[in-house]
């Protein structure tokens, strides 16, 4: 397939549809042609879905903006191509969704989806693509999530049927020891609400 091909077979999606594949294409686009590492997607591709959907399938693309769109438009399970510190899988949801447990209080994390369970992993910093994730928060401190004991800062995603939490580093300011992050971490579990 061309480039062009690509762009006319976009415009003819049908309305329900049209701003995913609008996006998908943008996000996949560069000065009239598709990213470098995409070509050989577009080559092989029949029609722009199956071009989309080769590029979610192609764990080299894991972290490109294309990929984590649509791993997020198609509700897709995608937190297993990507290696964790730790994940519990098929954990039973309480009242739809997830308790952190922390200095005597309890936050519950709604999950969205039709099961009854969830699956919770646990990244170090940039372990994982965030843009196929819904940010939720970020939280400094002690606490437990289904029985699974975590200390330090994270940011904690959704996606789908998973609860995510991004490990990173705090310096003595309360800030990202990268530089990349907010002022504070978010909710202290150590102090009483």
Known sequence: MKYEELKEQVKAVP????KDYRELLSLA???????????????????CRG???SIYDDDACRFEN???YWAKMNKELWADRFEAERA?????????GVFLKGGGNELL???SGRSHAAS????RENGFNEKAAEFYGAINGSFTCAGIELEGAFDVYRAHR????????????????????QIRTGCDCSTPW
């Not at 686009?29 to 029609?47: N, R």
């Not at 609860?163 to 990349?180: C, P, S, T, V």
């Open 162 to 181: 998973a609860l995510i939490f991004e490990r990173w580093e705090i310096d003595q300011l309360k800030r990202r020891a990268d530089g990349k992050g």
């Open 120 to 123: 919770i992993y646990l990244f």
């Open 51 to 53: 071009f989309f959907k």
């Open 109 to 111: 994390i709604p999950l």
């Open 15 to 18: 309305a329900s549809q049209a």
């Open 29 to 47: 686009s560069i000065a009239g042609d598709v990213w470098p590492q995409f070509k050989k997607h577009l080559e092989q591709a029949q029609d």
């Open 88 to 96: 519990l899988r098929n954990v039973t949801l309480d009242n739809k």
């Open 66 to 68: 294309a990929w984590a």
